[in-house]
C-alpha cells in the first residue's frame, strides 16, 4: 500500500518561489505517477500537474506551465513541486496523489500542505 | 476544457437518501470517480469507474452514470457521512464543483 507524506506548511512572500516534498513509501517507484492537486481556502479542487515515471518529466495543466515544474528524485522515491512567481491566489493547500495514468482514480492522497503568500 | 457541475449543497436527515449529481457533456462516455472530503482532511476516493467501492468503502455508497449525468447515492445517511463530494472524469484530471453535503 503506498502511503504518502508531504512537507510542512510554509508562507511566502509574492514573487518567491516554493517547494513542497512528496515523499513515496510502500510501492514501486517507477510503477505510479504523482498528480498535484491545489485547493484554494473554501474553494475546489484543481489540478496543477503530475509527474510520468514512463516519460520520466513533468506533465502541467495550461493555466501552470510556465511556472510550475515537477521533478522526481527515483534514489529518494520522491516528487517535488516547485511554483515560482508566487501571488496571493496560490494560497492554498497542495495535495499529491498517487497517479496510475490513463483512466485510474487519484488514490491515495498525501495529507496536505498549506502555502500561505502573504506581504 | 471540459467542466462539471455539482450542486453546491444537498441536505438530508438521518436514515434518509442522499443523492449527489455530476453533470457533464456526454459523461456517459466516460470513467467518473468520487471523492469524499471531511473538514481540514485530504479527499477520500469512495467511487472509482462509476459505480465500484474501493475496500473499506460500506455498500451504502453506490454510483451510476449515464448519458449527461453521472450520480453518487448514499443510502441510510449517517451523520459521519457530512463531507464535500467531488467527481472526477477519468479521462483528465478535472473535477466538479463539490458538493456539501449535510446531515439535517
Known amino acids: 500500500q503506498v502511503h504518502l507524506e508531504q512537507s510542512g506548511a510554509e508562507v511566502k512572500r509574492p514573487g518567491s518561489s516554493v517547494k513542497v516534498t512528496c515523499k513515496t513509501s510502500?510501492?514501486?517507484?517507477?510503477?505510479?505517477?504523482i498528480s498535484w492537486v491545489r485547493q484554494a481556502p473554501g474553494q475546489g479542487l484543481e489540478w496543477v500537474g503530475g509527474?510520468?515515471?514512463?516519460?520520466?518529466?513533468?506533465l502541467y495543466a495550461d493555466k501552470f506551465k510556465g511556472r510550475v515544474t515537477i521533478t522526481a528524485d527515483e534514489s529518494t522515491t520522491t516528487v517535488y513541486l516547485d511554483l515560482n512567481s508566487l501571488t496571493s491566489a496560490d494560497t492554498a493547500v497542495y495535495y499529491c496523489?498517487?497517479?496510475?495514468?490513463?483512466?485510474?482514480?487519484?488514490?491515495?492522497w498525501g495529507q496536505g500542505t498549506l502555502i500561505t503568500v502573504s506581504s | 476544457s471540459y467542466v462539471l457541475i455539482q450542486p453546491p449543497s444537498v441536505s438530508v436527515a438521518p436514515g434518509e437518501t442522499a443523492i449527489i449529481t455530476c453533470g457533464g457533456n456526454?459523461?456517459?462516455?466516460?470513467?467518473v470517480h468520487w471523492y469524499q472530503q471531511k473538514a481540514g482532511q485530504a479527499p477520500v476516493l469512495v467511487l472509482h469507474?462509476?459505480?465500484d467501492r474501493p475496500s473499506g468503502i460500506p455498500e451504502r455508497l453506490s454510483g451510476s452514470n449515464s448519458g449527461n449525468m453521472a450520480t453518487l447515492t448514499i443510502s441510510r445517511v449517517e451523520a459521519a457521512d457530512e463531507a464535500d463530494y467531488f467527481c472526477?472524469?477519468?479521462?483528465?484530471?478535472?473535477f466538479g464543483g463539490g458538493t456539501k453535503l449535510t446531515v439535517l
Open positions: 472526477q472524469v477519468s479521462d483528465t484530471v478535472v
Open positions: 456526454n459523461v456517459g462516455s466516460k470513467f
Open positions: 469507474y462509476n459505480s
Open positions: 510502500g510501492g514501486n517507484f517507477k510503477n505510479f505517477g
Open positions: 509527474f510520468v515515471p514512463m516519460y520520466r518529466r513533468g
Open positions: 496523489a498517487k497517479d496510475l495514468g490513463a483512466s485510474s482514480p487519484l488514490d491515495p
